[in-house]
């Protein structure tokens, strides 16, 4: 069997990294630079921080910072506009993962003309010419899209978001300065921290992974789960870390792909807005345990990587439900919706549609299933799944038993805004902890 890896030409790291953008520009032949950014960074300071840089260059700069929180079509469309009339010859992408997947599909519609719809990208994107060189200056420490060949759009018409894979959009260079993610607000370093983990168990358990990707997915996360609680409280040092770790997993998930957690959370993105941290911390440990019996031996991994003591002498059995109970403590600890108490999350869809794909109503009872993992870990954890309509009636394919085990595949199914047969629905996740 083959393997590709797709990284960066060039990365450059630690705290004042950004001095080197200039010369990385001036180094090509390059003397006219396109920004990328939102309105929060172009207004605290942090793109004049850039610009400073270039301007003691000479090199001459535009800034486009109308980039939206999943980052829509029409943004992608008004940034190739601007970019297009600045006369620009290289672009740089500063900011979280909007800003960042917003500059790749300029990047690649600009040398590729004919996919200006932007719809067109998605999947394996049939681009033939590589893009604008791409300067990728991440902010937040989660999305790694400096480092990736993936960016995601949004299809606001259809509420939905959607993958675009392209290795033609990869940045020529990264830069990842902490100095930039010291002062992003609590929320967004545990959001976009909560990301990187998901991107590192993802990439970790996917069945694309291989050794190479498996060393990379596993040393971040290590550095996650000793870092990220002490980076959201504005420690310097784990601030680093996580920006380091970010890059890592990226470099992984990036050439070996992610799972249902992002399956999952990139509707609820698209269909209602939902920062994509806090939908993957929701979602990653019920679909850990979800996944949990057809993962080899790689929970222990994860447990060890949390500090579990005992975990590499446990029943293997132990040692996953230790890893689920483990990722669920720190998404308690750091206040994201999953607190240690029950409670639901109710979704409901804002439109429906006339295109059905499942069948032969029937009358279900709510599903029940608990997993319950007892370990020598200091929070151990038990997780209740069910899906039960408002009306208690759902449609479902002819053959088909509900159970918990298809709860969250019937979930994500749902989500998809063409495949609505609609019916409300609840999915209940609950958490408590209990004695070791």
């Known amino acids: 069997m083959t393997h590709r890896m797709i990284f960066n030409q060039t990365g450059h790291f630690g705290r004042g990294a950004i001095s080197a953008i200039p010369a990385e520009i001036t180094s090509r032949g390059l003397t006219r630079a396109f920004v990328v950014t939102d309105p929060v960074l172009a207004g605290n300071g942090t793109a004049a921080r850039v610009t400073d840089l270039l301007d003691a260059a000479g090199i001459t700069w535009e800034v486009f910072s109308d980039v939206a929180p999943n980052p829509p079509i029409e943004k992608v469309q008004a940034g190739l506009a601007a970019f297009r009339a600045s006369g620009a010859e290289i672009l740089i992408g500063l900011g979280g993962g909007s800003p960042q997947d917003t500059c790749k599909a300029i990047s690649v519609i600009a040398t590729n003309p004919g996919f200006e719809d932007v719809l067109s990208l998605e999947g394996l994107s049939p681009t033939k010419n590589p893009g ?154 019920p679909v850990m345990a979800y996944n949990a019996e057809f993962t080899g031996e790689k929970y222990r991994d994860i447990a060890e990587a949390f500090g579990v003591a005992g975990a590499r002498a446990m029943e293997l059995a132990d040692a996953r439900a230790a890893a689920v109970a483990a ?89 998809r805004p063409r495949n609505w047969c609609g019916t409300r629905f609840l999915l209940y996740i609950r958490y408590y902890k209990i004695s070791p």
Not at 133 to 148: K, L, M, Q, R, Y
Not at 152 to 170: E, G, W, Y
Not at 249 to 278: C, T
Not at 397 to 415: I, K, Q, V
């Open 132 to 285: 604008v060189p791409i300067i990728g200056v991440p902010t937040t420490a989660g999305t790694a899209s400096e480092t990736t060949i993936n960016y995601v759009i949004t299809d606001t018409a259809n509420k939905r978001k959607f993958v675009c894979v392209d290795p033609h959009d990869i940045p020529v260079v990264a830069v990842v300065d902490p100095d930039l993610m010291d002062a992003m607000p609590r929320s967004l370093k545990v959001a976009t921290g909560l990301d990187a983990l998901t991107h590192a168990i993802e990439g970790y358990i996917t069945p694309g992974a291989w050794e190479l990707s498996d060393a990379l997915c596993l040393r971040s996360i290590q550095m996650i789960a000793r870092s990220l609680r002490a980076a959201a409280d504005g420690d310097p040092d784990a601030v680093e870390a996580m920006g380091l770790a970010a890059y890592i997993n990226g470099m992984a998930y990036s050439n070996v792909g992610l799972g249902l957690v992002h399956g999952m959370a990139h509707p609820l993105g698209g269909r209602y807005g939902a920062p994509h941290g806090v939908a993957n911390g929701i979602l990653l440990a």
């Open 327 to 415: 990722v669920a403590a720190l998404t308690s600890i750091l206040s994201t919706p999953t607190p240690a108490r029950p409670i639901i999350l109710r979704f409901f869809p804002a439109a429906k549609t006339s295109f059905v794909t499942l069948e032969a109503e029937r009358t279900i009872n709510a599903s029940y299933a608990p997993i319950v993992a007892k370990s020598s870990s200091a929070v151990s954890l038990s997780l209740t799944s069910t899906v039960k309509p408002a009306s208690r009636r759902i449609s479902i394919p002819r053959g088909e038993t509900p159970s918990a085990a298809n709860t969250f595949m019937l979930f994500s199914l749902l989500c």
